[in-house]
T-cell receptor
Framework: KQEVTQIPAALSVPEGENLVLNCSFT??????LQWFRQDPGKGLTSLLL?????REQTSGRLNASLDKSSGRSTLYIAASQPGDSATYLC???????????FGGGTRLMVKP | GAVVSQHPSWVICKSGTSVKIECRSL??????MFWYRQFPKQSLMLMAT?????????EQGVEKDKFLINHASLTLSTLTVTSAHPEDSSFYIC???????????FGPGTRLLVL
């Protein structure tokens, strides 16, 4: 059974810092991996989707990498801003199936 | 495009009553819809997967008679929490996708509080 772990569970940084969020998964036979953002009491916003054949995806200040063989992905946020404060979730879809398995999330606080 | 709505966004009900939550894909046809449950400060847990016109597939530990799911059309799925109890209080989120493993689009969630 696929298990997804995110480290750290919570992170507080001053504005302007570059930061890295980590995600690991136990079964490397994935179809794709997604990073989501969730604001308190809200639904999910998809940030980046990496197909299993890809190594990274970039969108603005966000860069996500994928090392499928080692079961790891990182989300890099450059020049963090208070508006980046949210919970970041990673999720994978396995080759066998169509359901997303979510990590526990990283709660990010960017202080002005 | 690819907007998913949920209704209601907030519901408070008495213990023992039933609550229906709707999930709609507004601008695309969703052959598959997923229902998740999220407790405070925890991640999303998949409850069930529903395909249009067929019975939902429930995850282990989810009572199908407690959480009734209907996916009657390609744009609407409903989750009914029957005989709700305080422990059913949670944030319920749906997502919708087209066939296969295409991107899932998430609704804004419904917060249920059972008194």
């Amino acid at each position: 059974k696929q298990e997804v772990t995110q480290i750290p569970a919570a992170l507080s940084v001053p504005e302007g810092e570059n930061l890295v969020l980590n995600c690991s998964f136990t079964d490397s036979a994935i179809y794709n991996l997604q990073w989501f953002r969730q604001d308190p009491g809200k639904g999910l916003t998809s940030l980046l989707l990496i197909q299993s054949s890809q190594r990274e995806q970039t969108s603005g200040r966000l860069n996500a990498s994928l090392d499928k063989s080692s079961g790891r992905s990182t989300l890099y946020i450059a020049a963090s801003q208070p508006g980046d404060s949210a919970t970041y979730l990673c999720a994978v879809i396995n080759n066998a199936g169509n359901m997303l398995t979510f990590g526990g999330g990283t709660r990010l606080m960017v202080k002005p | 495009g690819a907007v998913v709505s949920q209704h209601p966004s907030w519901v408070i009900c008495k213990s023992g009553t039933s609550v229906k939550i709707e999930c709609r894909s507004l601008d695309f046809q969703a052959t598959t819809m997923f229902w998740y449950r999220q407790f405070p400060k925890q991640s999303l847990m998949l409850m069930a997967t529903s395909n249009e016109g067929s019975k939902a597939t429930y995850e282990q530990g989810v009572e199908k008679d407690k959480f009734l799911i209907n996916h009657a059309s390609l744009t609407l799925s409903t989750l009914t929490v029957t005989s709700a109890h305080p422990e059913d209080s949670s944030f319920y989120i749906c997502s919708a996708g087209t066939s296969g493993r295409e991107t899932q689009y998430f609704g804004p969630g419904t917060r249920l509080l059972v008194l």
